[in-house]
Protein backbone atom coordinates (compact mmCIF):
# COMPACT_ATOMS: atom_id res chain seq x y z
CA UNK A 1 0.00 0.00 0.00
CA UNK A 2 3.14 2.66 0.82
CA UNK A 3 3.47 3.24 -3.17
CA UNK A 4 -0.05 5.08 -3.02
CA UNK A 5 0.65 6.29 0.48
CA UNK A 6 0.37 10.01 -0.23
CA UNK A 7 -3.18 9.20 -1.73
CA UNK A 8 -4.56 7.50 0.32
CA UNK A 9 -3.35 10.33 3.20
CA UNK A 10 -5.19 12.84 0.76
CA UNK A 11 -8.33 11.22 1.34
CA UNK A 12 -7.88 10.37 5.14
CA UNK A 13 -6.85 14.24 6.06
CA UNK A 14 -10.77 14.85 4.16
CA UNK A 15 -11.55 12.60 7.12
CA UNK A 16 -13.39 10.03 4.61
CA UNK A 17 -12.76 6.46 6.16
CA UNK A 18 -10.67 3.76 3.66
CA UNK A 19 -10.81 0.59 2.92
CA UNK A 20 -7.29 -1.11 2.01
CA UNK A 21 -7.03 -4.50 -0.46
CA UNK A 22 -4.10 -5.60 -1.10
CA UNK A 23 -2.26 -8.50 -2.63
CA UNK A 24 -1.02 -10.79 0.08
CA UNK A 25 0.33 -14.07 -2.09
CA UNK A 26 0.39 -14.46 -5.82
CA UNK A 27 1.13 -17.94 -7.21
CA UNK A 28 1.63 -18.06 -11.22
CA UNK A 29 1.23 -15.31 -13.28
CA UNK A 30 -0.46 -11.80 -12.29
CA UNK A 31 -0.16 -8.77 -13.94
CA UNK A 32 1.26 -6.94 -10.48
CA UNK A 33 3.22 -8.18 -7.15
CA UNK A 34 3.10 -8.98 -3.47
CA UNK A 35 2.04 -5.91 -1.72
CA UNK A 36 0.42 -3.71 -4.43
CA UNK A 37 -2.77 -2.13 -2.99
CA UNK A 38 -6.24 -0.66 -4.33
CA UNK A 39 -7.77 1.70 -1.34
CA UNK A 40 -12.05 2.34 -1.63
CA UNK A 41 -13.53 5.09 0.02
CA UNK A 42 -17.24 4.02 -1.10
CA UNK A 43 -17.92 6.47 -3.91
CA UNK A 44 -14.19 6.00 -5.99
CA UNK A 45 -11.04 3.98 -5.87
CA UNK A 46 -7.24 4.80 -5.49
CA UNK A 47 -4.70 2.75 -6.77
CA UNK A 48 -4.93 -1.18 -8.96
CA UNK A 49 -4.58 -4.29 -7.54
CA UNK A 50 -4.38 -6.62 -10.60
CA UNK A 51 -3.77 -4.28 -14.02
CA UNK A 52 -7.94 -4.15 -13.84
CA UNK A 53 -8.86 -7.95 -13.64
CA UNK A 54 -10.82 -7.92 -10.34
CA UNK A 55 -11.11 -4.59 -8.98
CA UNK A 56 -14.92 -4.90 -10.16
CA UNK A 57 -15.03 -7.95 -7.37
CA UNK A 58 -12.40 -6.46 -4.69
CA UNK A 59 -14.80 -3.64 -4.50
CA UNK A 60 -17.60 -5.84 -4.30
CA UNK A 61 -16.08 -7.09 -0.31
CA UNK A 62 -14.64 -3.73 0.52
CA UNK A 63 -18.53 -2.68 0.66
CA UNK A 64 -19.21 -5.89 2.90
CA UNK A 65 -16.14 -4.66 4.84
CA UNK A 66 -17.40 -1.12 4.79
CA UNK A 67 -20.97 -2.26 6.20
CA UNK A 68 -19.34 -4.45 9.23
CA UNK A 69 -15.91 -3.18 9.79
CA UNK A 70 -14.94 -7.15 9.94
CA UNK A 71 -11.56 -7.82 7.57
CA UNK A 72 -11.45 -10.57 5.13
CA UNK A 73 -8.90 -12.75 2.90
CA UNK A 74 -10.51 -13.42 -0.41
CA UNK A 75 -8.97 -15.54 -3.02
CA UNK A 76 -9.00 -15.60 -6.81
CA UNK A 77 -7.25 -18.12 -9.00
CA UNK A 78 -7.41 -20.21 -11.96
CA UNK A 79 -9.49 -22.95 -10.39
CA UNK A 80 -11.91 -20.50 -9.13
CA UNK A 81 -15.18 -19.91 -12.06
CA UNK A 82 -15.60 -16.73 -10.42
CA UNK A 83 -12.19 -15.47 -11.18
CA UNK A 84 -12.76 -15.66 -14.81
CA UNK A 85 -16.19 -13.65 -14.43
CA UNK A 86 -14.23 -11.17 -12.60
CA UNK A 87 -12.10 -10.87 -15.18
CA UNK A 88 -8.83 -12.98 -13.96
CA UNK A 89 -7.73 -14.53 -17.21
CA UNK A 90 -3.93 -14.39 -17.30
CA UNK A 91 -4.01 -17.62 -15.21
CA UNK A 92 -2.47 -16.38 -11.56
CA UNK A 93 -3.45 -16.85 -8.48
CA UNK A 94 -4.03 -13.80 -5.81
CA UNK A 95 -4.98 -14.13 -2.23
CA UNK A 96 -6.09 -10.43 -1.12
CA UNK A 97 -6.57 -9.18 1.89
CA UNK A 98 -9.30 -6.38 2.62
CA UNK A 99 -9.56 -4.41 5.81
CA UNK A 100 -10.53 -0.87 7.41
CA UNK A 101 -7.42 1.42 7.29
CA UNK A 102 -6.84 1.47 10.98
CA UNK A 103 -4.68 3.75 13.19
CA UNK A 104 -1.92 1.94 12.63
CA UNK A 105 -1.79 1.88 9.16
CA UNK A 106 -2.20 4.91 9.10
CA UNK A 107 0.58 5.77 10.84
CA UNK A 108 2.56 3.64 8.91
CA UNK A 109 1.63 5.39 5.37
CA UNK A 110 2.92 8.79 7.02
CA UNK A 111 6.13 6.81 8.01
CA UNK A 112 6.57 6.20 4.12
CA UNK A 113 5.11 9.74 3.40
CA UNK A 114 7.99 10.75 5.23
CA UNK A 115 10.93 8.49 3.78
CA UNK A 116 11.38 7.17 7.43
CA UNK A 117 11.62 3.09 7.21
CA UNK A 118 8.64 2.00 8.37
CA UNK A 119 6.02 -1.25 7.98
CA UNK A 120 2.99 -2.71 8.83
CA UNK A 121 1.49 -6.46 9.60
CA UNK A 122 -1.88 -8.11 8.70
CA UNK A 123 -3.56 -11.19 9.97
CA UNK A 124 -4.61 -13.11 7.24
CA UNK A 125 -5.66 -16.12 8.79
CA UNK A 126 -5.51 -17.95 11.89
CA UNK A 127 -5.17 -16.01 15.71
CA UNK A 128 -2.27 -14.32 16.64
CA UNK A 129 -3.67 -13.14 19.76
CA UNK A 130 -0.85 -13.13 22.98
CA UNK A 131 1.85 -13.14 20.37
CA UNK A 132 1.99 -9.57 19.14
CA UNK A 133 5.67 -9.33 20.29
CA UNK A 134 6.64 -11.73 18.65
CA UNK A 135 4.88 -10.81 15.43
CA UNK A 136 5.94 -7.23 16.27
CA UNK A 137 10.04 -8.40 16.51
CA UNK A 138 9.62 -10.31 12.61
CA UNK A 139 8.11 -6.73 11.64
CA UNK A 140 11.32 -4.89 12.91
CA UNK A 141 13.23 -7.58 11.33
CA UNK A 142 11.68 -7.35 7.99
CA UNK A 143 11.56 -3.42 7.92
CA UNK A 144 15.69 -3.61 8.63
CA UNK A 145 15.98 -6.17 5.38
CA UNK A 146 13.35 -4.16 3.15
CA UNK A 147 11.34 -7.40 2.76
CA UNK A 148 7.53 -7.60 2.23
CA UNK A 149 6.54 -10.88 2.68
CA UNK A 150 3.75 -13.38 3.82
CA UNK A 151 5.07 -15.17 7.15
CA UNK A 152 3.82 -18.52 9.09
CA UNK A 153 4.26 -17.51 13.02
CA UNK A 154 3.92 -20.24 14.81
CA UNK A 155 2.05 -19.44 17.93
CA UNK A 156 2.60 -22.72 20.03
CA UNK A 157 0.90 -25.09 17.70
CA UNK A 158 -1.44 -22.78 16.60
CA UNK A 159 -0.44 -21.27 12.76
CA UNK A 160 -1.21 -17.65 11.65
CA UNK A 161 -0.40 -16.25 8.74
CA UNK A 162 0.84 -12.88 9.02
CA UNK A 163 1.45 -10.20 6.08
CA UNK A 164 4.34 -7.87 6.75
CA UNK A 165 4.45 -4.82 4.50
CA UNK A 166 7.25 -2.59 4.76
CA UNK A 167 8.34 0.61 3.15
CA UNK A 168 12.27 1.85 3.00
CA UNK A 169 13.30 4.96 1.92
CA UNK A 170 14.01 5.14 -2.12
CA UNK A 171 17.41 4.32 -3.21
CA UNK A 172 19.99 6.74 -4.12
CA UNK A 173 21.10 6.83 -8.03
CA UNK A 174 24.50 8.98 -8.20
CA UNK A 175 25.23 10.25 -11.69
CA UNK A 176 28.85 11.97 -12.61
CA UNK A 177 28.84 14.10 -15.46
CA UNK A 178 26.17 17.08 -16.55
CA UNK A 179 25.48 16.05 -20.23
CA UNK A 180 22.37 15.47 -22.23
CA UNK A 181 22.27 11.66 -21.27
CA UNK A 182 22.66 12.44 -17.83
CA UNK A 183 19.43 14.83 -18.16
CA UNK A 184 17.49 12.07 -19.12
CA UNK A 185 18.95 9.36 -16.94
CA UNK A 186 17.93 11.67 -14.02
CA UNK A 187 14.38 12.57 -14.80
CA UNK A 188 14.00 8.63 -15.97
CA UNK A 189 15.50 7.41 -12.49
CA UNK A 190 13.52 9.64 -11.43
CA UNK A 191 10.19 8.41 -12.43
CA UNK A 192 11.24 5.22 -11.25
CA UNK A 193 11.90 6.34 -7.74
CA UNK A 194 15.41 6.79 -7.45
CA UNK A 195 16.38 9.75 -5.64
CA UNK A 196 18.71 11.04 -8.03
CA UNK A 197 22.42 13.23 -7.51
CA UNK A 198 24.30 15.18 -10.12
CA UNK A 199 27.22 15.87 -9.72
CA UNK A 200 29.65 17.72 -12.34
CA UNK A 201 32.52 20.43 -11.23
CA UNK A 202 30.95 22.75 -14.34
CA UNK A 203 28.71 24.99 -12.77
CA UNK A 204 27.49 26.42 -16.31
CA UNK A 205 25.95 22.75 -16.60
CA UNK A 206 24.96 21.77 -13.59
CA UNK A 207 22.27 23.21 -12.65
CA UNK A 208 18.25 22.49 -10.81
CA UNK A 209 16.70 23.89 -14.55
CA UNK A 210 18.64 21.24 -16.14
CA UNK A 211 17.73 18.90 -13.62
CA UNK A 212 14.33 19.61 -12.36
CA UNK A 213 14.12 16.08 -10.45
CA UNK A 214 17.83 15.37 -9.08
CA UNK A 215 19.91 16.87 -6.18
CA UNK A 216 22.58 19.10 -8.06
CA UNK A 217 26.32 18.83 -6.64
CA UNK A 218 28.97 21.38 -7.84
CA UNK A 219 32.21 19.78 -7.11
CA UNK A 220 34.75 17.52 -8.05
CA UNK A 221 33.68 14.23 -8.27
CA UNK A 222 36.61 12.71 -6.32
CA UNK A 223 36.60 15.07 -3.59
CA UNK A 224 33.26 14.63 -3.46
CA UNK A 225 31.98 11.19 -3.41
CA UNK A 226 33.95 9.78 -0.15
CA UNK A 227 31.75 12.34 1.51
CA UNK A 228 28.16 11.40 0.88
CA UNK A 229 26.39 8.36 2.04
CA UNK A 230 25.94 5.45 0.82
CA UNK A 231 23.89 1.59 0.60
CA UNK A 232 23.96 -1.97 -0.33
CA UNK A 233 20.92 0.08 -2.91
CA UNK A 234 22.93 2.79 -4.50
CA UNK A 235 23.29 2.70 -7.23
CA UNK A 236 26.56 4.54 -8.94
CA UNK A 237 26.66 5.96 -13.11
CA UNK A 238 29.60 7.64 -14.03
CA UNK A 239 29.12 9.43 -17.83
CA UNK A 240 31.43 11.89 -17.60
CA UNK A 241 34.86 9.69 -19.13
CA UNK A 242 36.35 12.81 -18.19
CA UNK A 243 40.19 11.44 -18.18
CA UNK A 244 41.22 14.00 -15.17
CA UNK A 245 39.25 11.98 -12.54
CA UNK A 246 37.32 8.87 -14.74
CA UNK A 247 39.78 6.05 -13.22
CA UNK A 248 40.18 7.39 -9.93
CA UNK A 249 36.05 7.67 -9.31
CA UNK A 250 35.17 4.53 -10.94
CA UNK A 251 38.28 3.07 -8.10
CA UNK A 252 36.73 4.69 -5.50
CA UNK A 253 33.51 3.83 -6.58
CA UNK A 254 33.92 -0.09 -6.73
CA UNK A 255 35.63 0.15 -3.25
CA UNK A 256 31.92 1.05 -1.81
CA UNK A 257 29.13 -1.44 -1.05
CA UNK A 258 27.11 -0.36 -3.40
CA UNK A 259 24.52 -2.41 -5.25
CA UNK A 260 25.72 -0.75 -8.98
CA UNK A 261 28.71 0.83 -10.49
CA UNK A 262 28.55 1.22 -14.27
CA UNK A 263 30.61 3.84 -16.38
CA UNK A 264 29.44 5.16 -20.34
CA UNK A 265 32.06 5.01 -22.55
CA UNK A 266 33.59 3.21 -25.71
CA UNK A 267 34.88 -0.05 -26.34
CA UNK A 268 38.41 1.83 -26.59
CA UNK A 269 37.66 4.42 -23.65
CA UNK A 270 37.03 0.80 -21.74
CA UNK A 271 39.90 -0.98 -22.45
CA UNK A 272 42.03 1.91 -21.34
CA UNK A 273 40.18 2.42 -18.36
CA UNK A 274 40.53 -1.57 -17.37
CA UNK A 275 44.29 -0.86 -17.94
CA UNK A 276 44.31 2.31 -15.71
CA UNK A 277 42.20 0.68 -12.78
CA UNK A 278 44.61 -1.85 -12.89
CA UNK A 279 47.42 0.12 -13.06
CA UNK A 280 45.82 1.84 -9.61
CA UNK A 281 45.96 -1.42 -8.21
CA UNK A 282 42.83 -2.43 -8.10
CA UNK A 283 41.92 -5.92 -8.09
CA UNK A 284 40.13 -7.72 -10.53
CA UNK A 285 37.38 -9.07 -8.30
CA UNK A 286 36.37 -5.33 -7.94
CA UNK A 287 37.11 -4.46 -11.50
CA UNK A 288 35.08 -7.61 -12.43
CA UNK A 289 31.72 -5.83 -10.79
CA UNK A 290 32.48 -2.71 -12.72
CA UNK A 291 29.23 -2.37 -15.70
CA UNK A 292 31.34 -1.23 -18.91
CA UNK A 293 30.40 0.11 -21.31
CA UNK A 294 26.97 0.58 -19.36
CA UNK A 295 23.78 -0.41 -20.91
CA UNK A 296 21.95 -3.15 -22.26
CA UNK A 297 22.40 -3.40 -25.65
CA UNK A 298 19.09 -2.05 -27.33
CA UNK A 299 20.23 -0.31 -30.31
CA UNK A 300 19.91 2.94 -28.21
CA UNK A 301 21.16 6.30 -29.78
CA UNK A 302 19.30 9.18 -28.61
CA UNK A 303 19.80 9.97 -24.68
CA UNK A 304 16.10 9.04 -23.85
CA UNK A 305 17.29 5.72 -25.20
CA UNK A 306 20.35 5.39 -23.78
CA UNK A 307 19.10 6.79 -20.72
CA UNK A 308 15.88 3.23 -21.03
CA UNK A 309 19.04 0.67 -22.57
CA UNK A 310 20.88 1.97 -18.57
CA UNK A 311 17.47 1.45 -16.60
CA UNK A 312 17.24 -1.71 -18.10
CA UNK A 313 20.87 -3.32 -17.32
CA UNK A 314 20.31 -1.58 -13.54
CA UNK A 315 17.17 -3.24 -13.11
CA UNK A 316 18.10 -6.63 -14.36
CA UNK A 317 21.27 -6.36 -12.07
CA UNK A 318 18.96 -5.45 -9.44
CA UNK A 319 16.15 -8.31 -10.14
CA UNK A 320 18.25 -11.24 -10.98
CA UNK A 321 16.37 -10.90 -14.69
CA UNK A 322 17.97 -12.51 -17.88
CA UNK A 323 17.36 -9.49 -20.04
CA UNK A 324 16.09 -11.66 -22.66
CA UNK A 325 12.86 -11.27 -24.42
CA UNK A 326 9.92 -12.98 -22.72
CA UNK A 327 8.96 -14.78 -25.59
CA UNK A 328 12.16 -16.64 -25.34
CA UNK A 329 11.67 -17.71 -22.07
CA UNK A 330 9.24 -19.89 -20.16
CA UNK A 331 8.05 -19.99 -16.64
CA UNK A 332 6.03 -16.97 -14.57
CA UNK A 333 6.85 -13.71 -16.13
CA UNK A 334 6.20 -11.58 -12.83
CA UNK A 335 9.16 -13.52 -10.73
CA UNK A 336 8.51 -12.86 -6.80
CA UNK A 337 12.08 -12.25 -5.02
CA UNK A 338 13.07 -15.00 -2.44
CA UNK A 339 11.66 -13.95 0.85
CA UNK A 340 14.56 -13.36 3.71
CA UNK A 341 15.42 -16.31 5.84
CA UNK A 342 14.60 -14.87 9.25
CA UNK A 343 15.46 -16.31 12.59
Known amino acids: MFEIAHRMLAAIDTGRPLVVATAVSIQGSAPRTVG ?6 GDSVIGSIAGGCVEGAVVSVAELVFEDGV ?22 QLRIRV ?10 LRGAAAEKPTGVWTLVSGDAAGYEDRVAAELTARVSLGESALSVIDCDGRPAEVFFEVSTPAPRMIVFGAMEFSTA ?45 VDERTVICVLSHDDRY ?5 AQALALPVAFVG ?11 LASLRDRGVHEEAIARLRSPIGLDLGASTPEETAISILAEVIAARTGGTARPLRD ?13 LD
Open 71 to 92: GRTVEYGVSDESAFAAGLTCGG
Open 246 to 250: DAELI
Open 185 to 229: LAAAASALGYRVTVCDPRPLFTTPVRFPTAEVVVQWPTTWLPTTP
Open 99 to 108: EPVTPEIEAA
Open 263 to 273: AMGSRRTHERR
Open 329 to 341: SDGTIHRGRAAAL
Open 36 to 41: TSMAYD
